[in-house]
């Protein structure tokens, strides 16, 4: 089976602007969780969808959203970004059921100029 | 709130064991979970144990959870160097989110 896959890897972007990441979990999972990894903050919880769902969300600003859609791809967008938040984002990837463990992608590294 | 609780720093020379510590914060949780990170990339997860376990053994690593002291470790058999990188614990609440704790670097020297 293929693992999580995030694209891009990269991106530079400059403050104000908008950016979208993207996560095609693992065959057959439904749940797509996102986190950002910063080293001031460590890994931080930003939402998890389920079904195309929001289904539990962090404590992060309104700018930073979420979607999934019907094959279980999830996107996250960032709006009017910041310089803090430069960070890895990692989505994760599980069946969804209560008893299941996450499986993570490789991080999209985004730094804000 | 509180936060998950680690040392930040372990070094060992190759061949050793290596113990890594962590301090949970809630008592509720039903999985508690080893993730590795090397540089530049994801999280690999390692192990999970689910609360009603006291020990976890897998091949070289084995989890000790306390309960009652809110406490988890992971301990790595016969450390090598390819062992090197940040070591995260992490605590499960509710449906998918896991709360991290700050993180152990691993050095593993030869």
């Known amino acids: 089976k293929a693992g999580v896959t995030q694209t891009p890897r990269y991106l530079i972007k400059t403050r104000g602007q908008q950016v979208t990441l993207s996560c095609s979990p693992i065959?057959?999972?439904?749940?797509v969780s996102w986190y950002q990894q910063t080293p001031g903050q460590g890994l931080q919880f930003l939402f998890e969808?389920?079904?195309?769902?929001?289904?539990n969300k962090g404590n992060f600003p309104g700018r930073f959203s979420g979607r999934q859609f019907s094959n279980s791809r999830s996107e996250m967008n960032v709006s009017t970004l910041e310089l803090g938040d430069s960070a890895l984002y990692l989505c994760?990837?599980?069946?969804?059921?209560?008893?299941?463990?996450?499986?993570f992608g490789p991080g999209t590294r985004l730094l804000v100029l | 709130g509180e936060d998950v609780e680690q040392s930040l720093f372990l070094s060992v020379r190759e061949g050793d064991s290596s113990v890594i510590n962590c301090t949970y914060t809630?008592?509720?949780?039903?999985?508690l979970y080893w993730y590795k990170q090397e540089p530049g990339a994801g999280l690999q997860l390692l192990t999970y144990?689910?609360?009603?376990?006291d020990m976890k053994q897998d091949q070289r690593l084995t989890v000790l959870l306390n309960k009652k002291d809110k406490h988890l470790s992971l301990r790595i058999a016969d450390t090598q160097t390819g062992d090197s990188a940040i070591y995260f614990c992490?605590?499960?609440?509710?449906?998918?989110?896991?709360?991290f704790g700050t993180g152990t670097r691993l050095l593993v020297s030869p």
């Open positions: 994760a990837s599980s069946t969804g059921t209560h008893q299941e463990t996450q499986y």
């Open positions: 065959s057959g999972h439904r749940s």
């Open positions: 969808y389920f079904s195309e769902t929001q289904r």
């Open positions: 809630d008592s509720s949780s039903t999985y």
């Open positions: 144990i689910f609360s009603n376990m």
């Open positions: 992490a605590e499960k609440e509710g449906f998918q989110k896991l709360v």
